[in-house]
């Protein structure tokens, strides 16, 4: 069975920064994409950034500059810095990865971590 698991989320003031980390287990034939969602109080979950195996980003316009995503395909691991963090990125986030796993008859689809808490406050 895959699991996502993420760490690294926490308080912190504004302008500081924060690296999260999620990492993939199970059997796993193959990940296309990983990346990181978003939601705070209130909102929709929205894309915050996310990395294909063969390294295409993609960014939310609201982060740009300001988050890097990066990933070790060789421990099936994503991670999210995130630098000059504002009151607004306060948000729990969740890790996603578009996988297919390891077993017969399995399709390509994805999954979600269990979500980190990441506050921005003063």
């Known amino acids: 069975q895959v699991q996502l698991v993420e760490s690294g989320g926490g308080l912190v003031q504004p302008g500081g920064s924060l690296r999260l980390s999620c990492a993939a287990s199970g059997s796993i034939l193959n990940i296309y994409a990983m990346g990181w969602y978003r939601q705070g109080p209130g909102q929709q979950r929205e894309l915050v950034a996310s990395?294909?195996?063969?390294?295409?980003?993609n960014y939310a316009d609201s982060v740009k500059g300001r988050f890097t995503i990066s990933r070790d395909n060789a421990k099936n691991t994503v991670y999210l810095q995130m630098s000059s963090l504002k009151p607004e990125d306060t948000a729990v986030y969740y890790c996603?990865?578009?996988?297919?796993?390891?077993?017969?008859?399995?399709?390509?689809?994805?999954?979600w971590g269990q979500g980190t808490q990441v506050t921005v406050s003063s």
């Open positions: 990395i294909t195996n063969g390294g295409r980003i």
């Open positions: 996603n990865a578009d996988l297919v796993e390891l077993r017969p008859g399995a399709g390509r689809r994805g999954y």
